[in-house]
């Protein structure tokens, strides 16, 4: 009886071991389960990195798609591609065509209403021929040279921007600025500054 009970403790000994042991084998198991899994996270996220990568590259495409659309001004008035009309030597200025000049109130890139007849007039001559633009912006002489400058940019965008409006093609208009440094009249009082703060007209067309 001694010896009978003396085989059961000894035969539960090993049954605690043996259960002990598969739950340490288990945890190390989940141990390297997880390790797994974070590698594999982390794969993922680097496989992810690469779609955005490529996604990236789909973006460079559709920005090289847009190069070819031809000279485009951007935020800054200045083509996003290809040449200034003014210095392609593939283009030649007009000299058969002189616009009137498109008129601002002080300190003002709006268009008036008054003026807008002067912008539908281009818009019909660029329509009917196949030339294109370019619109300069002017300013009086108060203000910094940069202050006029982004002014008289911001009033040569204006005009641009309605001769897309009228339908002339974004691609046939360009615009700059010369800020104060071209007056039409010279003067130091309201008679000559209401005559410099304006847009002008340079046609030309294609050799």
Not at 36 to 42: E, L, N
Not at 75 to 96: I, S
Not at 146 to 170: K, P, W
Request: hydrophobic share 35%.
């Amino acid at each position: 009886m001694k010896s009978s009970t003396m085989m059961a403790i000894a035969l539960c000994g090993v049954l605690a071991c043996a259960v002990t042991g598969c739950k340490y084998d288990d945890e190390s198991v989940d141990g390297d389960s997880i390790a797994q899994a974070t590698d594999v996270g982390t794969d993922d996220g680097m496989t992810e990195g690469k779609d955005i990568a490529s996604e990236g590259t789909d973006g460079a495409g559709l920005a090289n798609a847009g190069a070819d659309l031809g000279a485009i001004n951007d935020e800054d008035g200045k083509p996003a591609t290809g040449v200034p009309f003014d210095q392609d030597p593939n283009y030649v200025r007009c000299t058969d065509v002189d616009f009137a000049p498109v008129y601002f109130g002080f300190d003002a890139a709006n268009l008036q209403q008054s003026e807008m007849a002067k912008i539908e007039a281009v818009a019909a001559h660029l329509k009917q021929t196949g030339r294109v633009v370019m619109v300069e912006g002017n300013c009086d002489e108060r203000g910094s040279n940069e202050y006029n400058l982004s002014l008289g940019q911001n009033r040569a965008i204006s005009i641009r921007d309605y001769l897309v409006q009228l339908g002339v093609d974004v691609k046939s208009v360009q615009d700059k600025s010369y800020g104060e440094e071209k007056p039409a009249v010279i003067g130091h009082d309201e008679s000559a500054w209401s005559k410099n703060r304006r847009g002008e007209f340079a046609v030309y067309a294609h050799k």
